[in-house]
């Protein structure tokens, strides 16, 4: 079978790869672009809703802490080389206007993931990358000058390979960690890979049955062993018939899949102290002693969710009349501690991203090259990089794709 001779290969046409191969591409380079998939970027078509949240309006060291302390320092560089303006900017050159909308994401104004995905392609096209689809690699070698990618439809012979497999997220997609093999067989660690953004499996029935409910301005924390916060979110929540779904429950999964399983803690007003809380239901038990207990908690929280929380505290029978010191305890926990037990999230088929992959010590964050090959490039998710819900996520396969791009 022919081989094909280019520049770079490039493994993957997911947002990294598309975005590397394009701008390897405008450098003057011959980049041949790999897709096992039938279409490159199945997973930007599904991504925010079939809207896709490309980016975020957040910015500098806040930008960089949604990432936490390692991968935040990681980086840095990428992100400065390609900031979200850079990003909001690139897409409107490419023909796709994009708006922010609640809680700093950016989308486009067409709410259509597709004119992403289309922007990207075209990028390739015009810049002359070429995408392979249905063309997975299959293998990778270094014959001492060039790498040889072995595909289906013959071998693909460059000087510089980037690799943009992706993780393990949404298989379907065709990220199925093929990239963490390849990196091995060049030495490279992949650390303990674990299903993030996911909906959370809960059993406790309290939550099983508010099943339909979306509770706004309850905040969510997933607790450490020692019943350390971990992380906190103040975002929509949503009690299915499997557990909790929803950007705050999604963002908590890696957490507690990282640890094993864990505890997560809903404060259900936590703009208020548990001091000040206890202080104006005396206030309110002074004046109105006939009214019930359920009657102290925020009117914004449905009466579903406001019976649940009674009845944990087992406070359903009594009246502020005769709401005592343990009582008031009871619910006081009730409403701003009421932990629940995880084990799990529903795992990497419903996962939005991968927390893990090819370990950052390994890679140069300045050019993302490869510390243990020279000439390899890697770059999006098969990197140990996971962020939060809210654009984060293709931010973060967008600049180092840029990076990688650069420089291979
Ligand atoms: C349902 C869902 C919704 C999401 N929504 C958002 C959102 O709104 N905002 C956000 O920021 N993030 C979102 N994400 C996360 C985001 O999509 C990913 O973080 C991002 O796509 C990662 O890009 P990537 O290019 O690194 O990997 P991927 O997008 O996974 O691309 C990897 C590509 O490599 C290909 N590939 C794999 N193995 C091989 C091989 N052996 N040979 C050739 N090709 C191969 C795959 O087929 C795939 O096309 C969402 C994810 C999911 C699953």
Redesign the pocket.
Known sequence: MTAHEVDVVV???????LFAAAVAARRGRTVAL????ER?????L???GGR???TTTRSGKDLERQYGERRGRFLRHALHLLPPTAVVEHFERLGVPLREEDLEKVFPISQKARDVLDALLRDCRDSGAKVHAK???LTLRHDGSHFVASTPSGNFVSQSFVL????L??PK????G??YSIAMSFGHTITKTFPALAPLRVEEPWVRNLQGIVLHGVELSSLDRLGKVLTRRTRPILFTHKGLSGPAPMDLAGDIEEQGGGQVRFDFVPEMSAEALEAQWLDAARSHGKRGVASLLPATLPDRAREAIVGIAQCETLTLANFDRAARQRLLRATKDLRVLVRHSLGFDHA??TRGGVALDEVDPKTMQSRLQQGLWLC???LDIDGPIG?????A?FATGRVAGSHA
């Not at 997609?173 to 199925?176: E, L």
């Not at 654009?391 to 931010?395: H, I, L, R, S, V």
């Open positions: 493994a993957g046409g997911g947002a990294a790869g790999l897709e096992k998939s490159p970027g199945l997973k930007i599904i991504s925010g896709c949240n490309l063309t997975p690699l943009a497999t992706g993780g997220s949404y997609t065709g990220a199925t093929d990239g939005e991203v999006g998710e098969v654009g984060f996520n293709f931010q396969a």
